[in-house]
């Protein structure tokens, strides 16, 4: 397991489970009380004892549910029963997952073991908020720590040099996802101050998190809009602009700019700059 406190003494206490293969990351907070995400791996109950006994896990919280983020809590369960925390809609798609998966989360159910969350709640016993970004899927959850201004982000987002993170994070439609509501997503994340960047796949990417997130958008606008190309740019500037970033939002005019030297569009918007 990693651990980031020589990086920034604010991340002390949370440890990354790396991802590999089809599986998702997995970090552990809270002296070991809280589990975010569980992977899919064979082995998470020991690199969970590296930090504490397992039976001190009370939640694990879920950012959505997609297989490769849940398959790890088969292992867990099978000493310990803490509470799982997600958002309703993940549950609702959590039917769709193969067997044994259905039956599973029903067993939870039944047991008293599911927590539903929602946009602004705060995981219990800790400071950490929920925020509900769909897109990805409609049940997408990250989870923010304002101390540290880290975010645990799930598929929502994912560093762009991960190998396939465009496939990864794309809209899951039989889940939910929607790219209008993933645009939208990233938009209010824009406004969020993020330091570091704990994503689902990919190693986490501290100090330059909100980058991430900015390079997540403009991607996006790109996919979204190919021509003109300056199109993408001029987008992006205006989020930044309402999220109060002027001087990046400046850089993103100039390279509209130097795309589209006549382009009208750029040259009335550059006059915000003036
Ligand atoms: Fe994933
Ligand atoms: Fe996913």
Sequence with gaps: MRTFEKEDQRLEGIGWVPDSGPCSGAYVLNEGRLLID?????????EIREVAPLEKLEHIALTHTHFDHVGGMAEIFQTVAPHVLMHPMAREYARLLRSPF?????SLEEAGKVCYVQDGAKIPGTEVQVFHLPGHTAGDLCFYLPEAQALFSGDTVL???????????????????RMKDKVESLRRLLRVPVKHLFPGHGE?????????????????????????????WLLMAEDL???????????????????APNSEAVALFGEKFR
Excluded: W
């Design 159 to 177: 560093p762009h040099h991960v190998r396939f993170a465009a496939i990864l994070s794309k809209p899951d439609e039989i889940c939910g996802g």
């Design 38 to 46: 569980t992977g899919n791996m064979v082995g998470l109950v020991d």
């Design 241 to 259: 602009l309402a999220a109060n970033q002027p001087e990046e939002a400046h850089e993103c005019v100039k390279k509209a700019r130097t795309l």
């Design 102 to 106: 259905p039956e599973f989360f029903q």
């Design 204 to 232: 986490p990417v501290l100090h330059k998190g909100a980058h991430q997130i900015k390079i997540a958008l403009l991607t996006l606008y790109q996919a979204l809009y190919e021509n003109p190309p300056e199109k993408a």
